[in-house]
Antibody, heavy 113, light 112 residues
Framework: QVQLKESGPVLVQASETLSLTCTVSGFSLTNYGVIWVRQPPGKGLEWMGI???????DYNSALKSRLSINRDTSKSQVFLKMNSLQTDDTAIYYCTIHWFAYWGQGTLVTVSS | DVVLTQTPPTLSATIGQSVSISCRSSQSLLHSNGNTYLNWLLQRPGQPPQLLIY???RLESGVPNRFSGSGSGTDFTLKISGVEAEDLGVYYC?????????FGAGTKLELK
């Protein structure tokens, strides 16, 4: 069955770079895109970006300058990197399959000043 | 970027009551391929979101048929015909017609 799982640090210092991994199973990254979504505590969902099945990417306009999404299809992993972190980047970070039918459980990342 | 405006922000309902949530888009969500990529998600407390409706009105597998979606172009509605306790949470519309995709701000469904 389709599964996604996020992994990465729980605490990051301000101004540093966040690196998260989404490991998927039950489907191939060459067949479906993967989206990153984040949710600050107590707030709504924010679409961050997508890596399409062909490897192309699209990003949230507000995050584009400091966000990159890549993948390793052989390992079924999608990577998120975001630099110049600030405290308002504290959020639960989710990965989800292209059409939102399957989600990871999310990982809470706290940015400390 | 497309802006999705959800109303109301909060909805109070009794069990068995029927309710509706509106999602209005700043531009048409009709894709050049003829599909309209407007989805509805439910996020229960402490859980990741769950897909309820895709392509405006198609019910995701396993979702009760008391949920229904309608609309076209820029105006969309999610209706729950007979709220049950398990329906409480925050509802989001999300468009995937235009990249970057965007979410509505959410509608919190509470018990009255």
């Amino acid at each position: 069955q389709v599964q996604l799982k996020e992994s990465g640090p729980v605490l990051v210092q301000a101004s540093e770079t966040l690196s998260l991994t989404c490991t998927v199973s039950g489907f191939s990254l060459t067949n479906y895109g993967v989206i990153w979504v984040r949710q600050p505590p107590g707030k709504g969902l924010e679409w961050m970006g997508i890596i399409w099945r062909n490897g192309n990417t699209d990003y949230n306009s507000a995050l584009k300058s400091r966000l990159s999404i890549n993948r390793d299809t052989s390992k079924s992993q999608v990577f998120l990197k975001m630099n110049s972190l600030q405290t308002d980047d504290t959020a639960i970070y989710y990965c989800t399959i292209h059409w939102f039918a399957y989600w990871g459980q999310g990982t809470l990342v706290t940015v400390s000043s | 970027d497309v802006v999705l405006t959800q109303t109301p922000p909060t909805l109070s309902a009794t069990i068995g009551q029927s309710v509706s949530i509106s999602c209005r888009s700043s531009q048409s969500l009709l894709h050049s391929n003829g599909n309209t990529y407007l989805n509805w998600l439910l996020q229960r407390p402490g859980q990741p979101p769950q897909l309820l409706i895709y392509l405006v009105s198609r019910l995701e597998s396993g979702v009760p048929n008391r949920f229904s979606g309608s609309g076209s172009g820029t105006d969309f509605t999610l209706k729950i015909s007979g709220v049950e306790a398990e329906d409480l949470g925050v509802y989001y519309c999300v468009q995937s017609t235009h990249a970057p995709y965007t979410f509505g701000a959410g509608t919190k469904l509470e018990l009255k």
